[in-house]
């Protein structure tokens, strides 16, 4: 893939993630502690941000670097990765239940 290609589908990863917190442009900055005018730019396709940036970015979506380096992105990945951010910081117990509930309404949607 071209370096510009990757710029313009990391700057739609940036801009999904962002908008799907309900985050402007100034607030993702501010959480990143960047420029908002480079958080623009970044979203536009017209700036490479380092590894160090696109981490700060990634914390302050709370997601990780893979979802928002992922450039070839499904609506139901998209769906997964909120599944994944609701449970990344429950406890064990949770989790466990949270599988278990998916388990029973894929088993009933069969029937």
């Known amino acids: 893939m071209r370096e510009k290609t990757l710029r313009v589908a990391f700057g739609r990863q940036i801009r999904a993630a962002r908008e799907r917190r309900g985050l402007t442009q100034r607030e993702l900055a501010e959480r990143a502690h960047i420029a908002d005018k480079y958080v623009s730019?970044?979203?536009?396709?017209?700036?490479?941000?380092s590894i160090a940036v696109a981490k700060k970015l990634a914390d302050a979506l709370e997601s990780s670097l893979d979802e928002i380096i992922e450039t070839r992105q499904t609506p139901q990945d998209a769906e997964i990765g909120v599944i994944v951010r609701l449970l990344r910081d429950r406890p064990p117990v949770d989790v466990?239940?949270?599988?278990?509930?998916?388990?029973?309404?894929?088993?009933?949607?069969?029937?």
């Open 41 to 49: 730019r970044l979203e536009l396709g017209i700036a490479t941000p």
């Open 96 to 111: 466990e239940r949270a599988r278990r509930i998916l388990e029973e309404v894929f088993r009933v949607s069969r029937r």
